[in-house]
């Protein structure tokens, strides 16, 4: 209820027993009750409690003037007495509001005062337990420091040497992108027509065909793996313990037209990375020889485009043992230049993603190596879909790759498993 509203009520109350309609107004304050007074604090502090009394008290007593003048006269002087006693009270509601939200402002800044004393203190205690670990851990650090630095000292290629596994250089090619690929030393024995039947066996298909009709695979003493076409009007036979002799003295291989061939393995060809664009390809092989002399000639086979580049690649061909010093150096130097050196292998792939032809004798539709749709590899649109083609086509479940992916596409490696077995590694 408002103040207003309870003036209003007060002004219109009737005379309570009290009243004395002949007795003055002054009679009547010296009659208010005892428990209607307030008696102030001998401090200037309020409490809450304190308020409530004041408020009761002066309620009451406004209660009583209120009534004492509405029994006097309607006079000009009783409306104004009335409008300032209202006024007064209408001021100590105000006062009694403003000092209540006060102390309650009070109450709670002490409380979050203690809070914060108490977070503060819990704080300390922790950060002083994290200073004696931290003086343990250090001095248990320091111990070990000094302890190692008694022990042997070994250098950061010494450290890494020791857990990291060496490369086999001679038993196994390394090349960009691709896991390590076993040599096998497997046998190879090469056939090829008798002078005297070059005339009817001119390609290597007829000389496989001759091979097939006319010898069985069991006089050459071991297990065949694999039969591919060589150079030239050649078959090439591969597998394990394969005896060239027995074979090659075998009655029914000479009717057939067909005789042991020396085998003709390729030479192993290397790629050196960061060559100046300025080197050409005899400065390049010259300054191989400078820089590793009594190595065996290099044969420059390809120069890759440098395009706005200052560097490129170079792809070289040597011999096993020139292999050998290249790789286990890691790098050559061309004059002021070190450059790094590791194996190459080039797999023939057609635009059909195909292996072992060239698009010009292809008679295949465009095949994508990314996405196998029907369409050349440089104009694919959803690279991020990959499929392999070559992998789908072996039935091979895991073919969500490239095809020119050397890592991870199995027929692709496998073509390159079965390229190592042709080159010459020592």
């Given at each position: 209820m408002s103040p207003q509203t309870k003036r209003d009520k007060l002004v219109t109350r009737p005379p309570t027993k009290r009243s004395k309609p002949d007795a003055g107004l002054e009679d009547y304050i010296d009659e208010l009750d005892d428990d209607a007074r307030f008696t102030p604090h001998t401090t200037m502090s309020l409490t809450g409690e304190d308020l409530k009394k004041l408020l009761q008290s002066f309620s009451k007593n406004h209660a009583t003037l209120l009534s004492m003048i509405a029994i006097e006269r309607s006079t000009e002087k009783n409306k104004k007495i009335q409008a300032a006693v209202n006024s007064m009270c209408d001021g100590f509601f105000s006062v009694v509001c403003a000092y209540t939200a006060k102390l309650a402002y009070f109450d709670l800044a002490n409380d979050c005062k203690?809070?914060?004393?108490?977070?503060?203190?819990?704080?300390n205690e922790a950060t002083s337990e994290l200073k004696t670990e931290a003086a343990k851990t250090q001095s248990a650090k320091s111990s070990a420091k000094s302890t190692c630095?008694?022990?042997?000292?070994?250098?950061?290629?010494?450290?890494?040497?020791?857990?990291?596994?060496?490369?086999?250089i001679v038993n196994a090619v390394s090349v960009s992108r691709v896991r390590p690929i076993t040599i096998k030393k497997s046998s190879r024995i090469t056939v090829g027509p008798r002078e005297s039947e070059e005339a009817s066996l001119r390609d290597a298909p007829a000389v496989k065909a001759a091979l097939v009709r006319s010898v069985?695979?069991?006089?050459?003493?071991?297990?065949?793996?694999?039969?591919?076409?060589?150079?030239?009007?050649?078959?090439?036979?591969?597998?394990?313990?394969?005896?060239?002799?027995?074979?090659?003295?075998?009655?029914?291989?000479?009717?057939?037209?067909?005789?042991?061939?020396?085998s003709s393995l390729l030479d192993p060809r290397l790629i050196v990375h960061g060559v100046r664009v300025e080197f050409t390809g005899d400065e390049i092989g010259e300054c191989i020889r400078q820089d590793m002399p009594g190595t065996s000639p290099i044969k420059i086979i390809y120069l890759y485009p440098a395009g706005n580049k200052k560097q490129r690649s170079c792809v070289i061909e040597t011999s096993a043992e020139t292999r050998r010093l290249l790789l286990s150096r890691g790098r050559v130097n061309l004059r002021w230049h070190s450059c790094r050196v590791e194996d190459h292998l080039s797999i023939m792939q057609c635009r059909c993603s195909g292996f072992s032809h060239i698009a010009a004798r292809c008679e295949k539709e465009p095949c994508c190596a990314y996405c196998a749709g029907e369409h050349l590899s440089e104009a694919c649109t959803t690279r991020n879909q990959l499929k392999c083609i070559n992998c789908v086509r072996a039935g091979l479940s895991d073919y969500s790759h490239s095809a020119k992916d050397k890592d991870r596409c199995a027929v692709l490696r496998q073509r390159i498993e079965q390229k190592t077995n042709t080159i010459n590694y020592g």
């Open positions: 203690e809070a914060l004393t108490a977070t503060c203190n819990n704080i630095c008694r022990s042997s000292q070994r250098s950061y290629a010494r450290a890494t040497s020791d857990v990291a596994p060496k490369r086999d069985n695979p069991a006089i050459l003493g071991g297990r065949v793996e694999r039969v591919h076409y060589g150079r030239g009007a050649t078959v090439v036979i591969e597998g394990e313990g394969l005896c060239a002799d027995t074979f090659g003295a075998c009655p029914e291989l000479a009717a057939a037209g067909l005789e042991d061939k020396p």
